[in-house]
């Protein structure tokens, strides 16, 4: 059986290679994506829109307020 | 219609993403922008686009449908092409008068508009907007929330036989047709062609696509068919009152916020001179429906802005969805024939209003005589 030996440097960056790329995607797949959790989950969501909401309305109280129209008249 | 809670109208369903084979890839901060790495839903929000789709939907929606997309400037619901050409038309053409009058349409008339995202995904915002189906992508848009959400006080209270002692369409009650049964997505999605209004789009619906023989020797009552054709429209015999609206006034209430007014609505039927007479409806007599222009409309901005008033009828063109098979100007001939309270006549017509319709008015002489029956 034939051996087939590679230099240490080679193995070195062959490891190196994969600790930087699939190190990298592990890192990429686990990350948190707020958008989703947020708008999906009805626990996190109702008080996040009733503190906009909350937001909302005191800006518009210092403000002229944009169109009212609401019913579609078509 | 009932309008959503305000959590309601953003939440997404897990389901309606992770089983979207075509969308569910796509993040949402790739359509929407945003930062959804920040925990702070505040600051996670800063640049987010709640609708990506309009009014430019190439980077988004046009990333695979690139023809809805190219196309998407030239539909009627996208660009509201009529509103801005017939008001054009009325326009006072002296000076900066017409830009004005755009930058009021601004601020009254551009806001009933629709995009992809706001029949496919939302509720028009126009409508408060609000999410359909947890985010689900419809192909169909659902016809309640989005079509007859817009379209209500007209077509939808005429198709459902809403408004009192006016029954429903037939079309409706027999055969339960959804708005997309006629008009087409290629009708919506607009074609790259510059209309001036929605009965010259090349693919919207007509009555002889279905009923193709109706014109035939073999057709049910066949006789009245082939005496009546291209001398009135389907509707004249087949539609029932409908909503006609007057007067629009448009401003700006105490505290900035635009507002429209109209003078009323009254129930109608008139039968006018066809305004749109060409090769495609040669028809001679119509059904006119009143539209809530008035030469006043912009006063609140400036006097005289509508100074071509004239230019168009204030009585237009008009499809109505109540068709019913048996009405009570079809009853006999006679229940049309000679019956004046039918058609447009100069009395019926507002003085101010008179040159304007000067070309749809039915002069007394030309209301088809009595006949022997």
Known sequence: ?74 | MEQLAPHEKVYVDPQAILEDENHGDITCAECHGGNPADPDWVTAHDGVVKDPSFPDPSEVCGQCHEEESENFGTSLHANLAPYYKMIGARANPDGKVPAEVKGHMKNHCSACHSSCGQCHISRPTSVEGGLLDGHRFLKTPPQDTTCTACHGSRIQKEYYGKNPGIPPDVHRTKAYFRCEKCHSAEEMHGDGKDYANRYEVENGPKCLDCHKDIYGDKAENAEQHEIHQDLVSCQVCHSTPYKNCYSCHVGKDERGSYYFKAAGHPMDFKIGINPLQSDKRPETYVTVRHIPVDQGLFSFYERNALANFDALPTWKFATPHNIRRKTPQNESCNACHGNADLFLLEKDVKPEYLGANKNVIVSPDSIPEKIEE
């Open chain 1, 1 to 74: 059986m034939r051996i087939i030996r590679c230099p240490l440097w080679m193995a070195l960056a062959a490891a190196l290679c994969l600790v930087l790329f699939y190190g990298d995607r592990t890192a990429c797949a686990e990350e948190v994506n707020y958008c989703f959790l947020c708008h999906t989950n009805p626990a996190k969501l109702v008080p996040a829109v009733r503190e906009a909401v909350r937001a909302e309305k005191s800006y518009q109280n210092d403000l002229p307020g944009e169109k009212v129209e609401a019913e579609g008249e078509g």
